[in-house]
DNA sequence: GGTCGCCGTCAGGACAGCGTCAAGAACCGC
DNA sequence: GCGGTTCTTGACGCTGTCCTGACGGCGACC
């Protein structure tokens, strides 16, 4: 199913789309302010935004310019503001398409299905987890650290492959083991300890001090960003 | 040079939109009806199209249609009707964007780069693929190396497409076979080995040592540019 | 303060997968 | 039918990957 996330801070508009995009078979996510946009939108990997221009935190160019930074994902812009600028600025910015208000929601849904149709037709546009250290490419299977390809062996990267699909929670020993060892594989013989020193050697800035393959004694194991 | 088919009945605008877009570094070509337009499109390969939907010969969405079957290419339709209904044919048609008359030059530019990013971000418009040692035409079927054409079997081409359309990302040996070989091939009794190494020697400066088809052991293979 | 369990590290052996070659089988155009 | 191209297959050496066991460090708990 194909995700949406819609940022805009008038709870009628809100509902009104989630109502809309639902009925048309979307997975609706919903946020009202710049900052949860942000972090809905680096959590769950929509397939498309639908980004108001004015939040009452961040402006709206701003969310735009910060999801640009890691993505390609079609972003269409809502504005109140019919000046022509404002377009111009949208679509500069990166916008793939700047919706006035009001709006029919017919259009809104031809643009959608455009914008999505463009998407569809890049090869490349798969998602992308980005670090301070490197950067993830889940479709394309692998990452790049200091612009280069870091090669991982299948183990490795299906561990971290399982660590970042679940960035921010904890996952443990056993679950790791299950998912890519099979599910025969319950109990641990120190596979997961070899493997997570390998991938904290070749992504860790300071393999010692990890930043982002993280372990919680006697629970598991968490990636951060 | 970028350029741009403008397809419009009406001399002022056609005019008007020549200036500027030749200001702004554009090749102009002009048609005034869906005849010459389709005739000007398949001589000349623009590479975005902007499409008055009202035309004296052809409604706009058959041009669209037409130009649909054979390109990719962004096309900017414009209207001077501002029903709602109309913007949503056009871009269920495959139009890219939709502008409704009157509209500010500075708003048809913006959508106009913004068209053109997209479509060069979409590794998919250029159908052909440049690499430091090699050129790949995926619509001509060809490869070009030191300037003479490479000649390559139907199952080498067949292997490189599928490598060159995923380029970057890691493609499995299973969805090569089953894409190769057909549906029926899903375990490997090293097709793939004997193949990958013809394609090496006839494209790599050094087959022992590649740089384009790279393998990922136990993953599969990855075409880097 | 000692013991115990958990984690990180290292190095070495086993082995599956890869690259390579060459020869036979199947296919195609003439 | 014949020559040439293309495809398939088997064998073999080698490299990369996986797993293992041993060891040391650290904190938790008694």
């Known amino acids: 199913m194909t995700r949406v996330l819609v940022v805009d801070d008038e709870p009628q508009l809100r509902r009104a789309l989630q109502i809309s995009l639902r009925a ?32 009452p935190d961040l402006d709206g160019l701003e969310v735009l310019a910060a999801i640009r930074r890691q993505s390609t994902v079609p972003v269409i812009m809502l504005s109140a503001r019919v ?23 017919d259009e809104l849904l031809a643009r959608l299905r455009a914008a999505i149709r463009r998407a569809d037709t ?35 990267w299906g561990m971290l492959e399982m660590l970042v699909r679940h960035r921010g929670r904890l996952v443990t020993q056993t ?28 992504l860790e800035p300071e393999p010692g001090n990890p930043r982002h393959l993280i372990t919680d004694q006697r629970m598991g194991y968490r990636f951060e960003l």
Chains 1, 2 share one sequence.
């Open 24 to 55: 048309r078979g979307f997975e609706v996510l919903l946020a009202a302010d710049g900052t949860e946009a942000l972090h809905l939108f680096r959590t769950t990997q929509p397939e498309i935004v639908i980004l108001d221009i004015g939040l």
């Open 175 to 202: 679950e790791l083991l299950r998912e890519v060892w099979g599910p025969a594989y319950s109990t641990e013989s120190n596979y997961l300890r070899v493997y997570l020193a390998q991938l904290r050697r070749k």
């Open 83 to 105: 000046d022509s600028a404002d377009k111009v600025d949208a679509l500069d910015a990166g916008a793939d398409d700047y919706v006035t208000k009001p709006f029919g929601m």
């Open 122 to 156: 890049a090869p490349d546009a798969g998602p992308v987890v980005v670090t301070a250290s490197f950067t993830v490419d889940l479709a394309a299977k692998k990452v790049i650290r200091d612009g280069a390809v870091v090669h991982l062996t299948p183990t490795e």
